[in-house]
């Protein structure tokens, strides 16, 4: 179930978020009843973020064995040419 919360539970309830978090839920909070912020446990965060460290990781690699650049202009027609194929 999505848990959306408060922002002064992060403060009055820390423990109960914090348990939730380490379930594996993340934590929505709100201000003023507003989306603010999102608590998550770094374990979720690492899943969010390692593949996209990797990908780019990877494209560095890439990048020094290929001498050859593209502009802006480039990438987004050819991504526009594919999408609109």
Do not use: C, W
């Not at 899943?47 to 050859?68: F, M, R």
């Amino acid at each position: 179930m999505i848990q959306i919360r408060p922002v002064s539970d992060l403060r009055n309830k820390f423990t109960e978020i914090e348990n939730i978090v380490h379930e594996g839920q993340p934590v929505y909070l709100t201000k003023n009843g507003y989306g603010n912020m999102v608590v998550m446990s770094l374990e979720a965060y690492a899943n969010l973020t390692d593949p996209i460290e990797a990908a780019l990781d990877e494209a560095d690699a890439v990048s020094v064995q290929n001498a050859s650049r593209l502009t802006h202009d480039e990438v987004f027609n050819t991504l526009r040419g594919t999408i609109h194929e």
